[in-house]
């Protein structure tokens, strides 16, 4: 068998090929932030898995077993809010270390469901193992989006605009915060390790832009513009241009970069977790857009560039330009090996 790309895409793309065809109800199926099922009935079914595992994508050292519940119900319904859909029911797998206090576990319990009433998500099984080398979250989301009005990657054309609905880095710079136990202002770093222990689900700007068919491409930023983007990209066989200048990077995200000597730029472009929606957008919507996120109580969304042809992601800044395609965060970065 032929060696697939080095990193995660390619042991995405290796695994898909040993899985084999989807049945004919799977209107979307691995490649997409939910895969998608038609059943009947007026809307689609959407479904999404993510996990969140110790020494990976937390230490207990700086967030509490209660805000990783709602963290990891959160990012769950990020994936249904890159759709354009609505959450309904969830599943959570527990692996839990032996010998730690079981009450840890149910304050992660209480913040899962905190996170669900908010949101209006049921929470309806799961299972329990125990797990020696570290805490392990798993959570499963299935919701709903009306047939027509589903969102993708796939789906950008050249001369589409590129826009995000809020600031870039702030949680990675949060990361850095905490990792690096900075000494920092409070009015700095309380914001910032706030996005990174409790990033926000854009579900109401998914819908919207849904609804009001506003959007041709949707993802959420998990793994940083640079990455997440050239999803899209390779999605819809287009590429990309970003103005470095138009990033929304606010003064705490700058001060951060500042005291740890990293550009800016790179929080933004590949730090990950933000956890906003990053979208494409046909140029003549653009004042639709502004209008209709404001009438819906929403923050304008931000331009960001275009949607050019060709295959890969610019980053212009000045009179510089520099590709930045898939730079943003890899599980994986080595290759893998067929076995």
């Avoid at 809020?166 to 990675?172: D, K, N, Q, R, Y």
């Avoid at 977790?273 to 857009?289: C, G, I, M, V």
Wanted: glycine share 12%.
């Amino acid at each position: 068998m032929e060696k697939p790309p080095a990193g995660e895409v390619g042991l995405i793309l290796a695994l898909a090929q040993r899985f084999g065809a989807t049945p004919p109800e799977v209107i979307l199926g691995i490649g997409d932030d939910c895969a998608a099922m038609d059943l009947g009935g007026p809307d689609f079914l959407l479904w999404t898995i993510d996990t969140l595992v110790e020494g990976v994508h937390f230490d207990p050292a700086y967030i509490t077993l209660t805000q990783l519940g709602h963290k990891s119900l959160a990012v769950n319904l990020s994936d249904i809010a890159a759709m354009g859909g609505e959450p309904l029911y969830a599943l959570l797998s527990l692996g839990w270390p032996p010998g730690r206090d079981l009450a840890g576990a149910l304050a992660l319990g209480q913040g899962l469901a905190q996170e669900a009433r908010k949101y209006g998500v049921s929470v309806i099984g799961g299972d329990t193992v125990a797990s020696p080398q570290g805490l392990a979250v798993t959570v499963s989301v299935l919701g709903r989006v009306p047939r027509g009005e589903m969102l993708r990657r796939a789906g950008a054309r050249p001369g589409d605009e590129i826009y995000v609905t809020g600031p870039l880095g702030e949680a990675a710079a949060g990361l850095e915060i905490l990792r690096r136990g900075l000494k920092i202002e409070s009015e700095i770093k309380e914001p910032l390790i706030q996005a990174h222990l409790s990033p926000q689900p854009q579900l109401k700007a998914g819908r919207l832009l849904a609804r009001e068919g506003l959007a041709s491409a949707l993802i959420d930023l998990s793994d940083g513009v640079a990455s997440d983007l050239y999803h899209i990209c390779r999605a819809g066989g287009v590429g990309a241009r970003l103005k470095a200048q138009a990033l929304p990077l606010s003064p705490q995200v700058r001060a951060v970069a500042q005291k740890i000597g990293l550009d800016p730029l790179d929080l933004a472009l590949r730090g990950g977790e933000d956890y906003q929606l990053l979208f494409t957008s046909p140029r003549e919507k653009a004042a639709s857009l502004a209008q209709v996120f404001s009438q819906a109580g929403l923050a304008p969304p931000i331009f960001l560039g275009e949607i050019i042809s060709g295959e890969e992601v610019w980053l212009k800044d000045g009179d510089k330009e520099k590709i930045i395609s898939g730079t943003g965060y890899d599980h994986f970065p080595l290759d893998l090996d067929s076995p």
